[in-house]
């Protein structure tokens, strides 16, 4: 089936503007996850999704928000953009989200965000 | 709270040599442990799983991982390294809690095979 897809893959903003990404979830995946991964800090997670309900947050501030639709598909948005947002930016999907044996996450190839 | 350590951040092997990469984490309850493996420019792909049943985990490309509770380590082997094993590995830790499940990621470790 198909994997977990990321639009756009690539994205040139400036300062103080705003941005959408987009995630597609492997199909019957209802959790989606979404990270911020950058040479200084590493992979830092956003924040996750399931049945449109945001379940978990990670430590970022209120710039950054997201939302699931009824199909799990997400979005997420990052308002008035500074240039240490420039990063990539990776959504997961899973079934379920957290620990057990049925659980993994699936990562899609990621949007590379630049802030000019 | 829970934290993951990767005590190398670059490892180069031989081809056909063995690999280790070290990880060591932090939970305040039971976790699981996953290995991740990123290759340029892709997202992150699944190598193995531990979720509280063997201590010895194999994984695809060759890959296994033994959890030690007792050292709270969860180490990365492969006994031969292949040239398509150059990549940036992530050792991340998920401890349930209740509802207020996340993963922490390690700060990666990029391994280098040499020819």
Not at chain 2, 44 to 63: E, H, M, P, R
Not at chain 2, 71 to 93: G, I, N, Q, R, W
């Amino acid at each position: 089936k198909a994997g977990v897809t990321q639009t756009p893959r690539y994205l040139i903003k400036t300062r103080g503007q705003q941005v959408t990404l987009s995630c597609s979830p492997i199909s019957g995946h209802r959790s989606v996850s979404w990270y911020q991964q950058t040479p200084g800090q590493g992979l830092q997670f956003l924040f996750e999704y399931f049945s449109e309900t945001q379940r978990n947050k990670g430590n970022f501030p209120g710039r950054f928000s997201g939302r699931q639709f009824s199909n799990s598909r997400s979005e997420m948005n990052v308002s008035t953009l500074e240039l240490g947002d420039s990063a990539l930016y990776l959504c997961a999907s899973s079934l379920l989200f957290g620990a057990g044996d049925d659980y993994e996450q699936y990562f899609g190839p990621g949007t590379r965000l630049t802030v000019t | 709270a829970q934290s993951v350590t990767q005590l190398d951040s670059h490892v180069s092997v031989s081809e056909g040599t063995p690999v280790l990469l070290r990880c060591n984490y932090s939970s305040s309850y039971s976790p699981s442990l996953f290995w991740y493996v990123q290759h340029p420019n892709k997202g992150l792909q699944l190598l193995l799983k531990y979720t509280s049943a063997a201590t010895l985990v194999k994984g695809i490309n060759g890959f296994e991982a033994e959890f030690k509770k007792s050292e709270t380590s969860f180490h990365l082997t492969k006994p031969s390294a292949h040239m398509s094993d150059a990549a940036e590995y992530f050792c991340v830790v998920s401890a349930f809690n209740f509802g207020n499940e996340k993963l922490t990621f390690g700060t990666g470790t990029r391994l280098t095979i040499i020819p």
